[in-house]
Structure formats: C-alpha cells, structure tokens
C-alpha cells in the first residue's frame, strides 16, 4: 500500500487494514482459534472459545491461554497506527475461574499514548459478561509499519 493510499485512509480504516495485515501473519492467535471482532484506532476487541487442550491440572482455562488471548489483543490496539509496536511489560489479574466451553472476550483500550509509549487495559470477559481477568500492557514503538510506507 503506498503512502498516498495511507493518507486516503481514516484512522480506523488504517487500523483494520494493519490489523489484517497482522492477523494473515499471526500463526499463533490463528492456531489457537482466535477471532478479531473489532479494530480501531487505539481499541481492539478478540475472542476465543476454551478448547478441552486449554484446560490444566485443576480443570480450568490455563491462565496463560487467558494471558495470550489478552495479549494478542493488545498488540492488534498498540499497533492500529501502523507504527510497529511491542510490548515492554505486561501484567495481569485473574478474577475467576474459567471452564472449559465457555468463550471469552478481550477488549482493549488505550488509556495513554504519550511519545513512543502507550498504556493499555485489557478486560477478559467470559460468556455471561463477567470479568475473569485484567491485563495491563506498556507498549514501545519501534522502528517500521507493519503495512510497508513508501516514501
């Protein structure tokens, strides 16, 4: 896409089509079976269904599938503005418990985008609309786009 076909874009519109771009690449949220639902500018929203292989020894969804469906939802938001983008730390609560079958949402919202830096929050929802987890990303631009710019 060329720099001229950026600059005919709105800022969502450049947000889906980096999104897509991202996602036609991401073998791992694929093979896990997530799904974008939504990109904006500074937002994303993903879901995954709990698969049996998801579960661990006490029978409940393995806090670090939550962690990756979280965190690839992160990186679809802090890489809306085509700017390449990586995490420098994240954290995360677990809430409650989740069982297998159930589907859980991702929502993530930019809270600060200050210089090269962003603050991000990332709600985990399970199927009746329960939090069963907070995640929190501190993102770092880096150099690139993920949809090459010409210049």
């Not at 020894?57 to 965190?71: K, S, V, Y």
């Not at 962003?118 to 690139?144: L, P, Q, W």
Request: net charge negative.
């Amino acid at each position: 896409m060329s720099s001229q076909a950026h600059e005919s874009l709105s800022p969502d519109e450049l947000a889906r089509a980096t999104a897509q771009a991202m996602f036609d690449a991401d073998t791992c949220s694929r093979a896990l079976g997530f799904e974008l639902l939504e990109v904006r500018a500074g937002y994303a929203r993903m879901r995954m269904t709990v698969r049996p292989d998801f579960l661990n020894g006490h029978n409940i969804c393995h806090g670090g599938l939550m962690f990756t469906l979280a965190d690839s939802t992160f990186a679809f938001a802090c890489n809306s503005y085509n700017i390449n983008t990586v995490a420098s730390g994240c954290s995360i609560e677990f809430l409650r418990p989740v069982h297998g079958g159930d589907v859980l949402t991702a929502e993530a919202v930019e809270q600060v985008l200050s210089g090269r830096t962003g603050i991000y929050d990332i709600r985990v929802t399970n199927r009746a609309g329960e939090t069963v987890a907070m995640f929190r990303g501190k993102s770092a631009h880096i150099k690139g786009h993920v949809i090459p710019v010409d210049h």
